[in-house]
C-alpha cells in the first residue's frame, strides 16, 4: 500500500511526513511553503471468513488510509484539488505493485484552512486477505 503512494507523492515531488519513519513529527509541517501529505494507515477486525482447511483459515483484513493534504492557503484549492486527484486515481485504478489488494469508497473530505494552510484529506478504505 505504501509503494503504491510513494509512486504518488515521487511524481508529485511531494515532502512526505510517513507515519512509521517519522516518529514524532506527526504535527509539524516544514517551515517552507510548499505542499505536503501526511499518511496513515489503520487496521480493523480482521475475522476469520472461512472454515479450517488444512489446518489454515482465510482472514478478511480491512481498515484505511489517511493521506492528509496540505497545501499553502490561498490559490482557491487548485493545487490541493490537482494533488487529492493525483492520489485519487492511483488508489481507484489500484496501481499497485500488490493487486490483491482492493481499494474502495475513495473519497476527499475538505477539512479548510489550518494556519496558513488548506487541509484535504483523502481516505480509502482496504481490503486483502490472508491465509494462515
Same mark, same amino acid.
Given at each position: 500500500m505504501m509503494a503504491l503512494l510513494k509512486t504518488v507523492t515521487d511524481a508529485q515531488a511531494l515532502?512526505?511526513?510517513?507515519?512509521?519513519?517519522?516518529? *514524532?513529527?506527526?504535527?509539524?509541517?516544514? &517551515?517552507?511553503?510548499?505542499?505536503?501529505?501526511?499518511?496513515?494507515? /489503520?487496521? @480493523?477486525?480482521?475475522?476469520?471468513?472461512?472454515?479450517?482447511?488444512?489446518g489454515k483459515?482465510?482472514?478478511?483484513?480491512?481498515?484505511?488510509?489517511?493521506?492528509?493534504?496540505?497545501?499553502?492557503? *490561498?490559490?482557491?484549492?487548485?493545487?490541493? &484539488?490537482t494533488l487529492v486527484q493525483a492520489f485519487q486515481t492511483a488508489l /481507484?485504478? @489500484?496501481q499497485s505493485l500488490n493487486a490483491s489488494v482492493w481499494y474502495t469508497n475513495v473519497r476527499a473530505q475538505e477539512i479548510g484552512p489550518d494556519n496558513g494552510w488548506f487541509k484535504t484529506n483523502v481516505v480509502a478504505d482496504f481490503h486483502y486477505n490472508i491465509i494462515e
Open positions: 515532502y512526505v511526513i510517513w507515519e512509521d519513519a517519522d516518529a *514524532g513529527t506527526q504535527d509539524q509541517k516544514p &517551515d517552507t511553503k510548499v505542499p505536503f501529505v501526511r499518511v496513515a494507515c /489503520r487496521h @480493523r477486525e480482521a475475522p476469520a471468513t472461512s472454515l479450517p482447511h488444512d483459515k482465510k482472514y478478511q483484513e480491512n481498515g484505511f488510509l489517511l493521506i492528509e493534504v496540505l497545501t499553502p492557503q *490561498g490559490d482557491g484549492t487548485v493545487t490541493a &484539488d /481507484r485504478t @489500484r
